[in-house]
């Protein structure tokens, strides 16, 4: 499992880490698509998948709950149609998946008694809504919140 966890962080990170440095923060990760050249565009997929299915199957081993292997599957899908501002079906499968994910990763938290990562991600999430107002890239801190909520939980559980 150590060897998933390392992959799942290396991916998320090294993915935001490269954007952030070559493109700067964007409104969203997931605008961080249309900022890659064409031929690099599959990066974004790659990393997706690279932090979504380690994370299922880590969620899974731990508790056995389903909702981490929901969670995995809307990120997953948020891979799978990268292009959210094209084709109206890539859009909604993007959208969706993206909330499904954020969403059952927060309740798989509370059923498991980390409820309190859940309420520490509310709390920042509604921080970086508030000051959204002064600095744009209110979705690209939620996403990266969300990311840290499943990361932390997963240290918790191992500890």
Known sequence: MIQLFITM?????????????R????????????RLPRNLQWLFTIATWGYALPAMIIGLDFTGNGLVFLAGTGIAFVGASPA??????????????????????QLFLIVEGYWYVTLLF??????AFIIKYFYMN??????????????????????
């Open 9 to 21: 962080t290396i991916l998320f990170f090294g993915y935001i880490i490269f954007i952030w440095k």
């Open 23 to 34: 493109y700067g923060i964007q409104s969203s990760v997931s605008e961080s698509y249309y």
């Open 84 to 105: 959210f501002k094209g084709i109206k079906m890539e859009h909604t499968v993007h959208l969706i998946g993206a909330l499904v994910g954020i969403t059952a990763a």
């Open 138 to 159: 209110f979705i690209w801190w939620i996403e990266i919140l969300a990311f840290l909520s499943i990361w932390i939980t997963f240290m918790l559980m191992a500890i």
């Open 122 to 127: 509310a709390i920042f999430s509604g921080l």
